[in-house]
């Protein structure tokens, strides 16, 4: 006999759990707890893979555009990156949007359902 709640095993003659005051099971009859990720969160999972490697495209093209020696080199002109002047909010909309893709990635993965 076995306690489904605790797993803790008892011989033969107990009907309840000290601990937990439910009662024993067969050991064949334990249910097995078999997690599984579910549908949504499987969507979720996928989704905010997608959007992490979104946010990892749009860091390097930040960071590109941001370096003025490419952009010196490449475009000619004075030296300056051309997003320097919305740098601190693209740098804050690029860390909410990795944070989301991860909080995505986090609820896909931890919304399992019991089979
Ligand atoms: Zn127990």
Redesign the pocket.
Known sequence: MI?P??K?EYEKGYTQ?S??N?DLVERANLPQHVYRISQVGLSMLKFGIVLLFVSIFELMTVITLNDTYIIHRTYGGSPGGILSDINPILKILLAVQFIISVMVIIYGFFSKERN
């Open positions: 306690c709640n605790c803790i759990c601990d937990c439910i």
